[in-house]
């Protein structure tokens, strides 16, 4: 442990207050189980200012050292302790979408530093997507999964150097994104042409991007196997311990849906559990997403592009979870015991 790090991490386990947090865990057990709805939210802890100065760490600084990235998401910690309130601690190795991509040799898109946004991915094209299909798989030093597990690494020494740090706050599943969003990286949005023109190649090679992630969420559960069974993903929890990214599904009609999506999204939620996640417009496909085996919520983060009345249809009235990354808004004739706003509006204190 650097002394540099330890001076925030001394001031995160001197805040923890332990009867607060499992008040808190259990509320999301509970919630896991379908036994409590988000009214049954407690009010949590109570805000608690840092004693430190946390300094601004510009998101590349981050991705160049290991220290600086572990003190820019244990901030994200302190200013939750900051606020209050009854959302799960958490950090993750935080290296952006391309850490699959670039897995298989995609290149590192470094934003300008003036963004302060996380990296993407440069693809290879089809010609080498096609040159994949049949070799080896990559180890788990390959691209951006190298940092990813060293800095998990650093978190887990961490969790076992700090008790209360340990045992509240969580370490969420780097960003693997989904098979599809994986392969459109690597191949480049023409692979929507390839599902017409080339639909054996495309399932090759979404079959070893989806083991490649399998592979991936085994290796983090041996670091952090306290999430086997639940963890945390957009500020919530769900049972279940992957999170699958699906924002190229809207870009196909649900008969490709059906074909190139669901099969190996449902391997993975078959294997591990957990939720999906989309970005835009999802309605047209949500019927069939909410229908997979292993699904325990789903999170959207644009309900305004959606129709949200097909959505709630397909999810909280059949006992599906889903959570919106949004201020709350009215919702009439829907079960909303399965639906949670993921927002910072204060909740009201009994």
């Given at each position: 442990?650097?002394?540099?790090?330890?001076?925030?991490?001394?001031?995160?386990?001197?805040?923890?207050?332990?009867?607060?947090?499992?008040?808190?865990?259990?509320?999301?057990?509970?919630?896991?189980?379908?036994?409590?709805?988000?009214?049954?939210?407690?009010?949590?802890?109570?805000?608690?200012?840092?004693?430190?100065?946390?300094?601004?760490?510009?998101?590349?600084?981050?991705?160049?050292?290991?220290?600086?990235?572990?003190?820019?998401?244990?901030?994200?910690?302190?200013?939750?302790?900051?606020?209050?309130?009854?959302?799960?601690?958490?950090?993750?190795?935080?290296?952006?979408?391309?850490?699959?991509?670039?897995?298989?040799?995609?290149?590192?898109?470094?934003?300008?530093?003036?963004?302060?946004?996380?990296?993407?991915?440069?693809?290879?094209?089809?010609?080498?997507?096609?040159?994949?299909?049949?070799?080896?798989?990559?180890?788990?030093?390959?691209?951006?999964?190298?940092?990813?597990?060293?800095?998990?690494?650093?978190?887990?020494?961490?969790?076992?150097?700090?008790?209360?740090?340990?045992?509240?706050?969580?370490?969420?599943?780097?960003?693997?994104?989904?098979?599809?969003?994986?392969?459109?990286?690597?191949?480049?949005?023409?692979?929507?042409?390839?599902?017409?023109?080339?639909?054996?190649?495309?399932?090759?090679?979404l079959g070893m991007i989806t083991d490649m992630i399998s592979l991936a969420m085994n290796e983090w559960l041996k670091l952090f196997p306290e999430n086997a069974g639940k963890a945390n993903y957009?500020?919530?929890?769900?049972?279940?311990?992957?999170?699958?990214?699906?924002?190229?599904?809207?870009?196909?009609?649900?008969?490709?849906?059906?074909?190139?999506?669901?099969?190996?999204?449902?391997?993975?939620?078959?294997?591990?559990?957990?939720?999906?996640?989309?970005?835009?417009?999802?309605?047209?496909?949500?019927?069939?997403?909410?229908?997979?085996?292993?699904?325990?919520?789903?999170?959207?983060?644009?309900?305004?592009?959606?129709?949200?009345?097909?959505?709630?249809?397909?999810?909280?009235d059949r006992g599906v979870h889903l959570s919106l990354s949004v201020d709350p808004f009215e919702v009439k004739n829907h079960d909303t015991s399965n639906l949670m706003f993921l927002s910072d509006?204060?909740?009201?204190?009994?």
């Amino acid at each position: 442990m650097t002394e540099k790090l330890s001076v925030y991490l001394d001031d995160i386990e001197s805040r923890l207050d332990s009867g607060a947090e499992e008040t808190i865990s259990e509320f999301w057990k509970r919630w896991s189980d379908h036994k409590a709805g988000a009214d049954d939210m407690p009010s949590g802890r109570d805000p608690s200012p840092s004693s430190v100065v946390w300094p601004d760490i510009n998101i590349n600084d981050a991705l160049e050292d290991d220290d600086l990235m572990l003190i820019r998401e244990f901030r994200g910690v302190s200013d939750r302790l900051s606020i209050g309130g009854s959302y799960p601690l958490r950090v993750r190795s935080n290296y952006g979408v391309a850490n699959m991509a670039t897995s298989f040799g995609a290149g590192l898109f470094v934003m300008p530093r003036e963004t302060n946004t996380l990296p993407n991915a440069i693809g290879i094209g089809p010609d080498r997507c096609r040159e994949l299909i049949g070799t080896k798989l990559p180890d788990m030093t390959a691209g951006n999964l190298g940092p990813v597990f060293r800095v998990g690494r650093r978190i887990r020494e961490i969790f076992d150097s700090y008790p209360l740090i340990g045992k509240y706050v969580h370490a969420e599943q780097p960003d693997l994104q989904g098979p599809m969003d994986n392969l459109e990286l690597l191949w480049g949005s023409e692979v929507f042409y390839a599902l017409y023109d080339e639909p054996d190649t495309v399932h090759a090679l979404l079959g070893m991007i989806t083991d490649m992630i399998s592979l991936a969420m085994n290796e983090w559960l041996k670091l952090f196997p306290e999430n086997a069974g639940k963890a945390n993903y957009f500020r919530h929890r769900e049972k279940g311990c992957i999170a699958v990214r699906d924002d190229s599904a809207m870009n196909l009609q649900p008969e490709f849906y059906d074909e190139f999506i669901a099969p190996y999204d449902g391997r993975l939620l078959s294997e591990f559990g957990g939720i999906v996640h989309f970005c835009g417009r999802g309605d047209h496909f949500i019927d069939r997403l909410a229908r997979l085996n292993g699904l325990n919520g789903i999170n959207m983060s644009q309900p305004h592009l959606n129709d949200m009345e097909k959505v709630f249809s397909c999810t909280i009235d059949r006992g599906v979870h889903l959570s919106l990354s949004v201020d709350p808004f009215e919702v009439k004739n829907h079960d909303t015991s399965n639906l949670m706003f993921l927002s910072d509006r204060p909740k009201k204190r009994a």
